[in-house]
T-cell receptor
């Protein structure tokens, strides 16, 4: 079965510190893509970063990087230099080749404090 | 500005009533999606459309209907057959349906049952 697991319901981090949000996935298909989205309290889902299963290097987008460990089936999001505006829900999602849908995890609520 | 708009922001439904949620995009994207989000959960796919005049059921299509008469528009009707419609509804679009195609989301509609 294809599944995304986010085991941290909530995380706290101090401003300017780095934080890692965990994501593990389950699929037997060798071709897939992994996405991270941010959902602020307003509700809109904001795309952050993408990693393909065949990508050789870990994806990076500004302060966001994806720690992709294929053998462990993990795709953790690393946010460096946290800002107060980073406080939000964060969702990991997967798309398997040949399918049209994203499979989402249950999310992690990140709170950044001064 | 290019983007996805959803209306209304809040919608109230009476028992036995059908209601329609609007989703419009001006990104010239071919694919459009409807997701449902319940508290403490990730997003679940209701319907998606890869092209005008064609759409497919997602994981939780029962009690919902859609149409795709124009590329820009993908309205969702919540019918009286949907017994538990209270949720946050998110519309998304993507250029295509390839593995790495990012889905971009609208601001959402919160549906409440009176």
């Amino acid at each position: 079965a294809q599944k995304i697991t986010q085991t941290q319901p909530g995380m706290f981090v101090q401003e300017k510190e780095a934080v890692t949000l965990d994501c593990t996935y389950d699929t037997s298909d060798p071709s897939y893509g992994l996405f991270w989205y941010k959902q602020p309290s307003s509700g809109e889902m904001i795309f952050l970063i993408y990693q393909g299963s065949y990508d050789q290097q870990n994806a990076t987008e500004g302060r966001y990087s994806l720690n992709f460990q294929k053998a462990r089936k993990s795709a953790n999001l690393v946010i460096s230099a946290s800002q107060l505006g980073d406080s939000a829900m964060y969702f990991c999602a997967m798309r398997v080749a040949g399918t049209d849908k994203l499979i989402f995890g249950t999310g992690t609520r990140l709170q950044v404090f001064p | 500005d290019g983007g996805i708009t959803q209306s209304p922001k809040y919608l109230f439904r009476k028992e036995g009533q059908n209601v329609t949620l609007s989703c419009e995009q001006n990104l010239n994207h071919d694919a459009m999606y409807w997701y449902r989000q319940d508290p403490g959960q990730g997003l679940r796919l209701i319907y998606y459309s890869q092209i005008v005049n064609d759409f497919q059921k997602g994981d939780i299509a029962e009690g919902y209907s859609v149409s795709r008469e124009k590329k820009e528009s993908f309205p969702l009707t919540v019918t009286s057959a949907q017994k538990n419609p209270t949720a946050f509804y998110l519309c998304a679009s993507s250029m295509g349906t390839g593995l790495g195609e990012t889905q971009y989301f609208g601001p959402g509609t919160r549906l409440l049952v009176l």
